[in-house]
């Protein structure tokens, strides 16, 4: 399969996080980003919820088209039927599109979509098509779609709230997704979300996610920036003196 910047980016920044906004202080979203952008994160989750798709309404393509930042925007989208949908979170600068397998009939046909659509940040960086499954549903779901993404997310907690706690049988469940991508002998880039936490951090990163979201545990309200630093301080090493 042919690479492209935005995935050679996350390939090269694997093992990462990638910080929910839905904890920060959205009144001052762009001060936040900055804020991330000065802790070496390289990735921001936009967590949109419908309310149907999941239990809580959150943001939309405005939110995420609100501010510009180097960060690379990684939007998930928890939304009934998102197919008619994508357009417009590609055009507000998405980098990364998740869509969940459970939330169309035509995940299949969703991800072919994505594929004629370019990045509005720079056309030569790519999309990164993701498909993501919720806590309850097979693997086997996955099967159709790996040869039509660069990213599945597993999340380790039910859509809906932040600050839940990681399911624990979400660690066979990335074991048995990292032997499917290798098995397809493409470069697909795993990811698990929800219930990541400073003290669990470095347990789940030894689960073999190459992308963790977190959200609560780095925007607590109290010290985004040390709350990053120490996380990624777990995953690559401490590299500020
Ligand atoms: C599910 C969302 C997650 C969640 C992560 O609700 O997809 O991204 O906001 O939040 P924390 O890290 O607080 O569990
Ligand atoms: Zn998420």
Redesign the pocket.
């Known amino acids: 399969m042919a690479s492209f910047p935005a995935l050679q980016m996350l390939r090269q920044a694997a093992p990462t996080i990638s910080v929910?906004m839905?904890?920060a202080d959205l009144a001052h979203l762009g001060d936040e980003l900055a804020l991330l952008e000065r802790t070496g994160v390289q990735l921001v989750?936009y967590?949109v919820m419908d309310g149907r798709f999941?239990p809580m309404l959150t943001v939309g393509a405005p939110i995420v088209a609100a501010v510009n930042t180097p960060l690379l925007k990684d939007v998930?989208l928890?939304i009934e039927e998102p197919l008619d949908r994508l357009p417009e979170f590609v055009k507000a600068g998405a980098d990364i599109i998740t869509i969940h397998a459970e939330s169309t009939r035509h995940p299949h046909r969703a991800l072919q979509a994505l594929a004629t659509m370019s990045n509005a940040n720079d056309p030569d960086r790519g999309l990164v098509r993701g498909v993501a499954l919720n806590p309850g549903t097979p693997i086997d779901a996955l099967d159709p779609l790996l040869a039509d993404c660069e990213l599945v997310l597993l999340?380790a907690?039910n859509?809906?709230?932040?600050?839940?706690s990681f399911i624990e049988h979400t660690a066979a469940r990335l074991a048995q997704v990292r032997e499917r991508i290798t098995h397809t002998g493409r470069d697909i880039i795993l990811g698990v979300?929800?219930?990541?936490k400073r003290d669990n951090l470095a347990r789940i990163a030894a689960m073999g996610p190459d992308v963790i979201?977190?959200?609560?545990?780095v925007f607590d309200g109290k010290q985004p920036e040390a709350n990053a630093h120490a996380m990624l301080d777990t995953l690559r090493g401490p590299t500020t003196p």
């Open positions: 929910g839905l904890t989750h967590d999941c998930h928890m999340l907690v859509p809906g709230w932040g600050g839940q979300d929800g219930g990541v979201v977190t959200g609560s545990a």
